[in-house]
């Protein structure tokens, strides 16, 4: 649809379907799965060229990826006002380090096999939700 010229979408669909259409996409939880997953992918290949060309450790690597997480994140709470400190601190100090874990052994898994197979096993994660 977006591929043809303005002139030939207008006359399938008027200005307000062309806006629908465009924000429907932003807000529709399977496009913003898919994109999420692009994302994962890129910060895998990334990850993985960073530590087999530039000879970063895979805790290097690890650490400044999580800098960055830390900045953005807390940069946005700031902005919009939100406390990150939460209600729950026993089990938001629990995620984090389940987080961490397995943050942690995902980089070592892409450092040490194919990228590849370390993004489709990492896809299998909802099957052992499912399980637990």
Do not use: H, Q
């Not at 290097?60 to 830390?70: D, G, K, Q, S």
């Not at 006002?81 to 629990?94: D, E, I």
């Amino acid at each position: 649809m977006f591929l043809l010229s303005p002139d030939l979408v207008y006359i399938f669909m008027s200005e307000e379907k062309i806006k629908k259409t465009f924000n429907s996409f932003f807000t529709n939880g399977y496009a913003l799965l898919v994109f999420s997953s692009v994302m994962f992918a890129l910060m895998a290949l990334f990850g993985k060229l960073a530590m087999s060309r530039e000879n970063i450790s895979t805790f290097e690597a690890i650490f400044f990826r999580t800098f960055m997480n830390v900045a953005v994140v807390w940069t946005y709470a700031r902005i919009v006002g939100v406390k990150l400190a939460g209600t729950n601190r026993r089990l938001l100090v629990f995620r984090s380090i389940i987080g961490c874990l397995a943050f942690a052994t995902y980089f070592i898994a892409v450092s040490k096999i194919n990228l590849s197979d370390a993004v489709i096993l990492n896809y299998t994660s909802p099957i052992f939700v499912s399980i637990l």
